[in-house]
């Protein structure tokens, strides 16, 4: 099984005939009347303005009044206003226009719960719950530019919530559902949230996690939030503070009573803010990433469409939670192209290795969208169970989150898929909007790559000198701005421009480390801010990696630097090991041979310590810069997105032990 990155000749899938002539990319190359991929990304990133006009009309994304002008520019590339002069309430164009395209009655979303529940939505009723839902919330008092925190599972009331939210002309503040009482704080008192929507309990595993207890835990520390609606997720007890929280039965009704008059769009402005996304930072209070009505949806649609091809009535699943940027881009997207999106609350893994298998083939699920780390979970337990589930109506894979490794890549391609299912790989971030770098139904796909970037986005890779480079790690930079980047930081525009824009003058400083091969394909090598640098040598810590997890007993492996006299830095690797691997010094001197063959001896670990699991968030990233403070003993800093605090305390001990 390869596991080099510089097999760069291995093309892994080619697109045929029929799979070209539907893509919708097709269809938007043709309507531009242009003639390839590359002619059309060529003319997206020399006319940004031009694109983006395309790309709203293939979207049929209705303006009242119409934009005067695509983009402005006046403030400088950090701060362009797109869709000047343009009204647009972003909710409308996922829900009213679907009423008169004769869509109403075809499916909006499917929801399966962990226990086996599901239940289903068409695009009528679903624009008939946001209409009372938006009423309900006007009923309560809550208007125009009020921030409203969702902290729900992935279920049919989150995308209600959020659509609703949109609506109104508030602001979405989505919270991971696993949050704890002082993360759901601090982002609700930074952006002042007047309402929150949690759940009485969500099950993972079996066990029910009491999410209002952890909310009315969180609320007390709010001064400004006066509302609270609960979903009735399992049935649990709880209990309501009267004057404060009403159950979301309450408030529907309360939308019914109160007349379509209460459940109108808004009027809002393209640039109006429409949700706040929190990352977290290596320090200080974590990153409220705005955006806009006419920002955040319309790249997510664009890349939906153009990437994982999505269209009217094709299913999407993906894993993810609201809270990650991936669950809000999963329901505005299909929502705007008319497809059926299909959520999944729960452990993918229980109450067995096949429940994602089987959860795809029992809905007909056409795109599945998966991380690596979850791929790298479900291989351990092989492919015995793949054959019993029919996974025919799968047309490709969606990937994001992290660097893949090239095993688990090969796995999901030739057990899973059985090399007929493209991976689309996909990487940008939350203050992107979506992707830079992205797979297409149209370009061949190498292991782990990118065969190109997103159209209208202008990447490059530069040295440390600001210079353009290829076949050789660079920092992944963009040098146009695009419609989906961030409307800046809450309330934090100096931090904004100091993040992304101060490296280099009007360039964006993405923050990865690439490099570009000899075809064209880019190969995402982990963060800048992640490399190593040993005895003079530059290397990604996915590239020792993938290395470590080739070895048949390693489930997973994180690698990181620290200071050394004389190399400047060392290699720390900590690896997971399968089932009935058991730890020992021949297990050790194996891993870092392996890694000396493949790299040079410089490169090899200086130490290989075993864990039983590594740091990693809710979307399942490796937090490479906790696992470094942790064995070095220093301040970690932001933690709240970390779905696993214990494991610091073993790297700890494992630094301590060793």
Not at 234 to 253: F, H, K, M, P, Q
Not at 322 to 347: E, F
Not at 467 to 474: K, S
Not at 568 to 589: H, K, R, Y
Request: charged letters at 20%; proline letters at 6%.
């Amino acid at each position: 099984m390869p596991n080099d990155f510089d097999r760069d000749d291995l093309v892994a899938w080619q697109p045929d005939d029929e799979v070209r002539a539907r893509a919708q990319l097709t269809r938007f190359i043709s309507a531009c009347e242009l003639d390839s991929f590359a002619s059309l990304y060529q003319r997206s990133i020399e006319d940004v303005a031009w694109f983006t006009e395309q790309l709203l009309r293939f979207l049929k994304i209705e303006f009242n009044p119409p934009y005067s002008q695509v983009v402005d520019l006046s403030r400088g590339v950090e701060w362009p206003s797109w869709c000047v002069d343009g009204g647009l309430n972003i909710s409308t164009s996922c829900l009213d226009r679907f009423l008169k395209d004769g869509l109403a009655d075809e499916l909006a979303l499917i929801w399966e719960g962990e226990e086996g529940l599901v239940r289903t939505l068409t695009y009528r009723e679903l624009h008939c719950e946001v209409e009372r839902c938006t009423a309900g919330l006007r009923a309560l008092e809550l208007q125009k530019g009020d921030a409203i925190g969702i902290h729900l599972p992935m279920m049919p009331e989150t995308v209600i919530a959020l659509l609703a939210c949109a609506r109104l002309g508030a602001i979405a503040v989505p919270l991971f559902s696993g949050y704890g009482p002082a993360a759901i704080a601090t982002r609700l008192n930074d952006v002042g949230a007047k309402a929150l929507f949690t759940c009485d309990a969500f099950p993972r595993r079996g066990t029910l996690i009491p999410a209002k207890v952890t909310a009315d835990a969180a609320v007390v520390r709010c001064p400004e939030l006066t509302s609270v609606i609960v979903v009735r997720r399992t049935g649990s007890e709880i209990s309501l503070v009267a004057g404060r929280d009403l159950e979301w039965e309450v408030l529907i009704a309360a939308g019914e009573r109160v007349g379509k008059e209460s459940s109108i769009a808004e009027a809002t402005q393209a640039e109006d803010p429409l949700i706040v996304l929190y990352t977290s930072g290596t320090t200080g209070r974590p990153k409220g990433i705005l955006h806009s009505h006419c920002g955040f949806p319309i790249k997510s649609a664009q890349d939906m469409a153009f990437g994982t091809d999505v269209g009217a009535g094709t299913r999407i699943a993906w894993i993810t939670d609201i809270g990650w940027m991936m669950g809000p881009w999963l329901i505005y997207g299909a929502t705007l192209l008319g497809a059926t999106m299909v959520l999944y609350d729960g452990a993918p893994d229980y109450p067995g290795p096949d429940r994602l298998w089987a959860f795809a083939a029992t809905h007909g699920v056409n795109v599945l969208g998966v991380s690596p780390t979850l791929i790298r979970a479900l291989a351990t337990h092989g492919e015995e169970k793949l054959s019993v589930h029919d996974l025919s109506q799968l047309r490709c894979f969606g990937s994001t989150g992290e660097p893949w490794n090239p095993g688990p890549w090969w796995w999901l391609f030739e057990k899973v898929g059985q090399r007929k299912v493209p991976i689309i790989n996909y990487s940008g971030g939350t203050e992107i909007s979506g992707g830079i770098l992205m797979g297409n139904p149209l370009l061949p796909l190498k292991p782990c790559s990118f065969p190109a970037p997103c159209p209208g986005i202008a990447a490059d890779v530069f040295d440390n000198d600001g210079n353009p480079v290829r076949g050789v790690v660079g920092e992944l930079v963009i040098r146009k701005p695009w419609i989906g980047m961030a409307r800046g930081f809450w309330k934090d525009s100096e931090r904004y421009v100091e993040t992304y824009w101060s490296r280099w003058p009007e360039i964006w400083a993405h923050g990865d480390w690439v490099k570009i091969d000899r075809d064209g394909h880019w190969f995402i090598l982990g963060r800048s801010d992640d490399t190593l640098k040993v005895a003079g040598k530059r290397v990604g810590p996915a590239e020792i990696e993938s290395i470590l997890v080739g070895h048949r007993d390693v489930a997973e492996a994180a690698v990181i630097g620290v200071p050394d006299e004389v190399k400047g830095n060392a290699i720390i690797g900590f690896c997971v090991l399968i089932a009935g691997a058991g730890c020992s010094t021949e297990l050790t001197n194996a891993l870092q041979s392996l890694v000396a063959a493949e790299l040079g001896k410089p490169l090899a670990p200086e130490k290989i310590l075993f864990v039983s699991t590594l740091p990693r968030t809710r979307n399942g990233k490796v937090m490479r810069r906790l696992i470094r403070a942790a064995y070095l003993g220093e301040e970690a800093g932001d933690i709240t997105a970390l779905e696993n605090p214990v494991s610091l305390e073993a790297i700890r001990q494992a630094a301590l032990d060793n």
